[in-house]
């Protein structure tokens, strides 16, 4: 036989074996009372051979007997698609309209495009449904954060809070992957618009944990510029000239836009915390120093209580759309003398200010309703008067001309009108 056909024979002979093998996974039902869930790899008549999962995201290959299989179920194919949309819930803070809606389109009904007759479309129609009432409550100006769904006119009461809680959030964020610099930025903002706040003293309280590794991560970089540059320098040296020259020129552009964004920093004087180069040492050492200074700062600033100064600006905004204008002005007072930032206490100003132009307008309004009633009613009465008078007068008229027609009838209707009159006294 020639062995190239023989070759092609066998391996027609494999690809067939293959395509039958099912590549769906299957649940057995063992006499046991236990099942599997596994794809087929093959079967023969005592035993099938399946790959199955060991342990999470752990795979390998189990031998089931025929004779312990009470029943084999072929998997909905749609099953491991499910798994990854059952983790969709609960949904994730700060999620953007455009992220609620890519999950809405492109996982959600997509999937349900796909498996129209999944076991899981019940499950994945009410996961769909509570998306879509996020989506529409952060789309109206809403925002979920610490777990909860806030309405837009949430927000904009616990305005205050809310973004003091989503810096605070990032400061842990970053104390976390130990970018220790970067948390220092953060509370250094969270100082300058939220002083005194419960969020900013457990960020406090964080830093001084975290300044003594600042320490340690500072120190092992300084000890290491040195080490760094000379590195750097031999580097250089085994290149060719044209290399060296090129390389050269791109190290001397880092250094020179690092040591741009530092003179930038300084400049401004708004960050206690210069930026870190690891072949630069004296930024480093600068830090270094500002860890002393800034234990001894936080250690007696958290001496002193908190505010709640979400408390407060939650209360005057609530006081403003109560309608109670004075109320508000008296709770801003005390937010400012809790030396809040300008940013929120300006705009609450300016709020309470649009909320007394507001009264003063319903006031005048209502002034200039009052005085066309007042108006109104005066000629009215003027009308009234007017109308009495020509009444009288024409009574008047007509006595006398009756007088003069009928006097004796007139002499005894008035003489009757007399008696009745004493008669009723």
Request: cysteine-free.
């Amino acid at each position: 036989m020639n062995p190239k056909k023989t070759r092609l024979i066998s391996i027609s002979a494999l690809a067939a074996l293959l395509s039958s093998l099912s590549l769906s996974a299957e649940t057995f039902l063992l006499i046991d009372g236990k099942s599997i869930t596994g794809t087929v790899i093959s079967s023969t008549q005592e035993s099938y051979l399946i790959k199955t999962e060991t342990s999470r995201n752990v795979y390998g290959e189990k031998t089931i007997l025929k004779t312990d299989v009470v029943k084999v179920t072929e998997s909905d194919p749609s099953t491991k698609a499910f798994k990854k949309l059952s983790k969709l819930l609960p949904t994730a803070d700060l999620l953007t309209a455009k992220a609620y809606e890519m999950i809405i389109v492109d996982k959600l009904q997509s999937f349900l495009k796909k498996h129209p007759e999944s076991e899981h479309k019940a499950e994945v129609e009410d996961i769909l449904k509570t998306i879509e009432n996020e989506h529409a409550v952060i789309q109206a100006g809403g925002l979920k954060i610490g777990g909860k769904l806030l309405s837009a006119a949430d927000v904009e009461m616990n305005k205050y809070e809310i973004n003091a809680k989503i810096d605070l959030k990032n400061f842990v964020d970053y104390v976390a992957r130990k970018q220790y610099g970067a948390a220092l930025n953060i509370l250094e903002k969270m100082e300058n618009l939220y002083p005194k706040s419960n969020q900013t003293r457990k960020a406090q309280n964080a830093t001084l944990v975290i300044l003594p590794h600042y320490v340690t991560q500072l120190t092992a970089l300084r000890d290491n510029v040195d080490v760094l540059k000379e590195r750097r320098k031999n580097s250089l040296d085994t290149l060719s000239p044209s290399d060296r020259n090129r390389t050269a020129v791109l190290f001397t552009r880092k250094d020179q836009a690092y040591e741009a964004l530092l003179e930038k920093v300084k400049s401004e004087k708004k960050v206690k915390w210069l930026p870190i180069n690891s072949y630069f040492k004296k930024p480093i050492e600068t830090n270094l120093k500002m860890v002393d200074k800034e234990t001894k700062r936080i250690t007696k600033e958290i001496s002193q209580p908190a505010v709640d100064a979400g408390g407060l600006y939650r209360d005057i905004i609530a006081a403003l759309n109560a309608g109670d204008a004075a109320k508000a002005e008296a709770l801003n007072e005390t937010f400012k003398d809790s030396k809040q930032s300008k940013m929120f206490t300006n705009e609450l100003q300016e709020k309470i200010a649009m909320a007394n132009a507001q009264i003063a307008e319903e006031l005048k309004k209502k002034a200039e309703v009052e005085e066309l009633a007042r108006q109104k009613k005066l000629d009215e009465e003027k009308l009234a008067k007017k109308k009495a008078r020509a009444e009288a007068a024409a009574k008047e008229r007509m006595e006398e001309k009756t007088k003069k027609n009928d006097p004796l009838n007139w002499n005894h209707k008035k003489e009757q009108e007399d008696k009745a009159r004493n008669a009723a006294q």
